[in-house]
């Protein structure tokens, strides 16, 4: 029976800039299993997505990556890129700064991450089409607007203090929250007010270990939308103190819907937060691909 393979992207810069630290801990985990490793590793923005795209993967058991939140957008992209179904399952393996599929799915130790692709289990993920445009892209995690874009752009200004930049940043805009005109389209039904933000979720986690859609299923062939339209400070500080549990889902005025797709219009070009990247603009429109992906887990 010949040695399984499987195809690794390593992001060696990203987050903590552990990738290839991360890679030699898990690498005897694959040796023991008798399996054997093609890495890639990567050498600045887009280089994953490429990766993913073109690599020929006939023979294939697994496409697997090191990295965060970002490395995965970029090979989900690339995979879904390639314009018919793959087959192969996806393996993620923790080394960036923000890891919310991991989160979502409990597995956030590289070892156990590495053991579960060995092991070969795998389940459907599903991923969302965000068109823009002319500009298509692809997230498995969250799809953000608003005050979310607002937090983002700052915690990458504190990207040097590591994951507590997530809280500092939605801190600081917390109290300093702006409306913005836009038309919210769920499903078909338009809603048009001013809004503090909107976020749309694949995964219960985003940032780090905020749990802004507790009740999200990767795998439920639905996007979890939360929204605000109005809100005091002390309101948004009250949510930023239950987001962490959930709990925030109980308060008037967060309103949360399940759908199949969104569209999001507003009077100027809004920059969005694409599974944590900052890139693309309004008008938006998501759409669910139920079970588009398969993913060890």
Known sequence: MPARRYVVVVNPWGGTRRGLTVLETVK???????????????????????????????GCDGFGLVGGDGTLHEVVSGLMGRGKCVSTPLGVIPGGTGNSLLEHLQCIDPLDAARRIVVGNTQPLDVVRVTMGSEVT?????????ALVDISLTAEKLRALGPPRYALAAMSHILRAKRRRATLILDGQALEDDFLFVVACNTRFSGKRMQLAPRADSSDGKIDVMFIRRASRLQMLNLFKKVFDGSHLSLPFVEYRQVRSFRIESGSCDLLNLDGELKGATPMTAEMMPAALQIFA
């Not at 299993?33 to 997505?49: F, K, S, W, Y």
């Not at 692809?138 to 608003?146: A, H, K, L, S």
Request: with cysteine.
């Open 28 to 58: 005897p985990v694959f040796r023991e299993a008798g399996a054997e490793l093609d890495v890639r590793v990567t050498t600045g923005p887009g280089h994953a997505a490429r990766i993913a795209e073109t690599i020929d993967l006939a």
């Open 138 to 146: 692809y997230c498995v995690n969250i799809v953000g607007w608003g």
